[in-house]
C-alpha cells in the first residue's frame, strides 16, 4: 500500500530543519581539535529571547481569552473583527486593496498560509517554478501536492542590482508549462531583494502566461540600509491568480502565537479556507486578536528592532569577510545570511553535525535550499548580539582545521 | 490547470460547517409564520462560555509564554516535556504504551491530527472504509488525498448493544482491499458507543486482513450512565498501524488554544511530523503547556461537567421524544445528539435555513454524516442548559409548521 507514500514521506525529510536538532542521534565523525567552549546558539531560527515579541501581544491574547466563546469558534477564515482591521493594515502596506470578506485568510503562521495556497493550487503533474535557492518548504510543498519542480536560478552572488533572477530562465519555464511561480522576497536564504524591474517583469510574464504566482513577503518588513522594496501585488499588470503571504513571526518575533495571513485572488482564498477546514479549522482563536498589535507597534520599534539587526549583521560580514574565501552577499531584508565556504575536507552535512558538536552552535546547511548548494550554510541572525559574533568566530575557527591544503 | 483542482475542492465545501453562519447569504425560503423570539444557540458547536475551560489553562499559557524562546520553538511534534507528561496520562487513560520519543505527536486541535494522519495513510486511488454516519471532515480527508470511499453502515437507530456497526459488511469492505478504516468512538453524530466486542472484531479483521486503523477518541472521556468504554488500541489482537486521537478541544472546552495530540506507529508519527512541518510547524508554542491541565482536572471537576451534559441531554430526550415521529438515539458518550424527523413539506437544508430565520438557532443538517441522512440534523448540546432547552422547543414549534399532512 504504501510504495508511493514512501517516497513522498522520504522527499519531505525534516532532520535539517529548525528546532530538530534535539531529535538527531550521534554518528561518528573526523573531530579535530578540542572543544570550543561558548554560549550555544541555535542559527537555525531566530532567539526571542533575545529579540522579545511586540508590546502588548500577550495582553492582546488574554483578551482573546477573556471574549470567550465568539474568539474560540471564528470563521475558518478568522474572526471578522481580526480580518477587517488586519486587511486594512496589509492593505496600506502592500499598496493595495484587499477586501477583507473575500480576499484575505487568517492562518496558523505563514507556514500556514503557504501549505493551503499550495495544496489550492498545486495538483497532479502541474509544473511549479522554484527558485535556488529559496526556502526549503517550497520543493517540499510542490512534491508533497504532486507537482513536479522547475528550477530557476539565482544569480545572488554577482549582483547588487535585484536579486540577480534568471528572468530568460523563468519565461523559458513558464512558456515550457509551468503552472505556479512562488518565491520568497526578500529571498530566503540569501537576504536578497527583488528590484522593481525584477518584479514588474514577473508580474508580466505571469500574466502573460496566464501563470498564478504565491509571493512569500514574511520578511518584508525588515529592510537594511532604507533600500526600496516592490510589492508584486501593487503593480498594475499582475497575473489573475495572486495570493501574497506575510506574518508576524519573525521580525515581531510572534512565532509561538502561529499566526499569518494570506491575501490575493478570491476563489483560491476561497481554497484555502475549506482546506483550512479540514487541516485545523483555523488559527488559534485566541491567538487572533495578537494580530492587533501588528503593524500597531509602539513608536520606532520596528526601527530599532531592524537597526539592531542590521548591527548584527554588519559584524557578522565583517567576521565572515575576514575569512580567506568565505563568500557571502550582504543581507538587504530579512535575518538571514547565506554563506559559502571554501573546499574543506568534510562534507557540509558532517561539518554541521562537527560544528554542532565542537562549538554548540547550529546552522543550516544550504542543500536545504536547492540541491546544489553543497558548499552553502544558511545561519538567522536575530540573536543575541555578542553571542552571535562569538558563535561565528568559533565556527570559523573550526572550519580553519577542515580547510582543505 | 485547475479542472481536477475544482472537482476537488467542490468536495470539501464548508457551507454547513460549524462557525460558518455568518458567512451565509440570504435565500428565498418558505417561511412560515412569525419569529420565535428567544436567546439564540449554536448548536453546530459547543459552547466554551457556558462550560467554560478546564481551571488554570490560561495560566499554563501564561508560563508558556514567560518561557520565551525554548516554548516558542519546539520539535514538530511538541514539547519534549509536554510529550512525556501527555504520554504518560493518554497511556493511563487508554491502557496500552506510548514512547514519547516515537509514538506521541502534539497537534493543532483534533482536526490537525487527524489531518495528519490521514496525509500520512491515504494516497491516490487508496480504498478507505468510513462510517456512515460519522464526522463530516473523515469523507472531506479521504477525497482531498485522492482516497476512495468505501461506506460501512452503522444501525445505530436499533440497538442498544453497542454501536450496531455492520460487521460483515466491514469485512466485506476490508476483503475488497481497503488499506484503513478510521472512525470515531464515541461516535460523532449519534453518540453511540462501541461495545468491547465491536472494538476486537474491528481490530481482529483490520490485523487479518492488514488494514491500518485511526481512531478517533475525541469525546472518550464524557461517557454517560456509567456505560463501559473500550480502548482499541488495548487489545492484544491489533493491526500494526494503529493511530488513536484525542485532544482537549470538547469536554475541556480548550478549543480555543488549538491542541490535539496522537499516538500509535511509529512510522506513522514520523510521518506525520514530517507532515506538520510543512503544514503549519507545531502546535502553538506557548498553548503547548496548556495540556498540563489536562487529565490533571481539580477533583470532580470532569464528574461534574459530564452530570451537566447527561442531564441536559435527558432534558432534551424528553422534548423531543414527546415529539410525534422524532427519532433519536440516547448519546452514550460526547456531546450530541443526531435527530430524525418525519416527513416535512420542504428539505432538511431549507428546514435548516429556516429554523436559523425563525429562530435564531443553527443545526446541523445529516447530509454532513453521510449522504442518506435527508431527513436527520445533529445538535451539540454542550450549551446552556437552559437555553438549549428552550431552542430545542422553538425548533420543534417550526417543525409543526412544516410536518407533512
Redesign the interface.
Known amino acids: 500500500?504504501?510504495s508511493?507514500?514512501n517516497e513522498?514521506?522520504a522527499q519531505?525529510?525534516?532532520e535539517n530543519?529548525?528546532?530538530?536538532e534535539?531529535?538527531r542521534k550521534e554518528e561518528k565523525l573526523d573531530i579535530r581539535g578540542e572543544p570550543l567552549p561558548g554560549i550555544p546558539v541555535?542559527f537555525s531560527?531566530g532567539?526571542?529571547?533575545?529579540h522579545?515579541p511586540t508590546p502588548g501581544a500577550?495582553e492582546a491574547?488574554?483578551k482573546?481569552?477573556e471574549r470567550?466563546?465568539p474568539?474560540?469558534?471564528?470563521?475558518?477564515r478568522g474572526g471578522?473583527h481580526t480580518r477587517e482591521d488586519v486587511a486594512a493594515k496589509l492593505a496600506d502596506f502592500a499598496a493595495t486593496a484587499i477586501d477583507p470578506d473575500s480576499e484575505l485568510i487568517i492562518?496558523?503562521?505563514t507556514?500556514?498560509a503557504l501549505?493551503l495556497a499550495m495544496g489550492?493550487?498545486v495538483?497532479?503533474g502541474?509544473k511549479v517554478a522554484v527558485v535556488e535557492p529559496d526556502y526549503f518548504?517550497n520543493r517540499?510543498?510542490t512534491l508533497?501536492f504532486?507537482g513536479e519542480i522547475v528550477p530557476v536560478r539565482m544569480n545572488f552572488p554577482e549582483t547588487d542590482m535585484g536579486a540577480g533572477l534568471d528572468l530568460a530562465g523563468l519565461e523559458a519555464a513558464f512558456k515550457s508549462g509551468v503552472?505556479l511561480f512562488l518565491f520568497s522576497n526578500p529571498n530566503n536564504p540569501t537576504g536578497a531583494i527583488y528590484s522593481e524591474s525584477e518584479i514588474r517583469t514577473i508580474a508580466s510574464l505571469a500574466r502573460h502566461h496566464d501563470v498564478?504566482l504565491i509571493v512569500d513577503e514574511l520578511y518584508a518588513r525588515q529592510i537594511f540600509d532604507n533600500r526600496p522594496y516592490t510589492h508584486l501585488c501593487a503593480q498594475q499588470e499582475k497575473p489573475d491568480t495572486l495570493i501574497t503571504i506575510l506574518g508576524p513571526s519573525k521580525t515581531e518575533?510572534l512565532?509561538?502565537?502561529?499566526l499569518g495571513a494570506a491575501f490575493g485572488s478570491p476563489h483560491i482564498i476561497?481554497?484555502m479556507?475549506?482546506?483550512q477546514?479540514?487541516?485545523?479549522?483555523?488559527?488559534?482563536?485566541?491567538?487572533q486578536p495578537v494580530l492587533d498589535t501588528w503593524f500597531n507597534e509602539p513608536h520606532g520599534w520596528m526601527e530599532k528592532r531592524t537597526a539592531a539587526h542590521q548591527a548584527i549583521r554588519d559584524d557578522l560580514l565583517r567576521i565572515l569577510r575576514s575569512t580567506d574565501g568565505v563568500k557571502v552577499r550582504t543581507t538587504e531584508g530579512g535575518s538571514y545570511l547565506f554563506i559559502q565556504l571554501p573546499p574543506m575536507d568534510v562534507s557540509m552535512q558532517d561539518f554541521v553535525k562537527i560544528t554542532r558538536r565542537l562549538t554548540g552552535v547550529a546552522v543550516t546547511p544550504g542543500t536545504e535550499f536547492g540541491p546544489g548548494f553543497t558548499d552553502w550554510f544558511r545561519i538567522n541572525f536575530s540573536q543575541d548580539h555578542k553571542a552571535a559574533t562569538e558563535a561565528m568566530e568559533r565556527v570559523l575557527t573550526v572550519f580553519e582545521r577542515y580547510r582543505s591544503a
Chains 1, 2 share one sequence.
Request: charged letters at 25%; aromatic letters at 14%; glycine letters at 14%.
Open positions: 500500500m504504501m508511493d507514500l513522498k514521506f519531505i525529510g525534516v530543519a529548525p528546532g530538530q534535539a531529535r541555535d531560527h532567539d526571542v529571547d533575545a522579545e500577550f491574547f488574554r482573546g481569552f470567550g466563546a474568539q474560540a469558534y471564528t470563521e475558518y471578522r492562518t496558523p503562521g507556514q500556514g501549505f489550492a493550487l495538483g497532479q502541474d518548504a517540499k510543498l508533497f504532486g503552472k498564478a518575533s512565532s509561538g502565537f502561529r476561497d481554497r479556507e475549506r482546506l477546514a479540514i487541516v485545523s479549522l483555523r488559527a488559534g482563536g485566541y491567538s
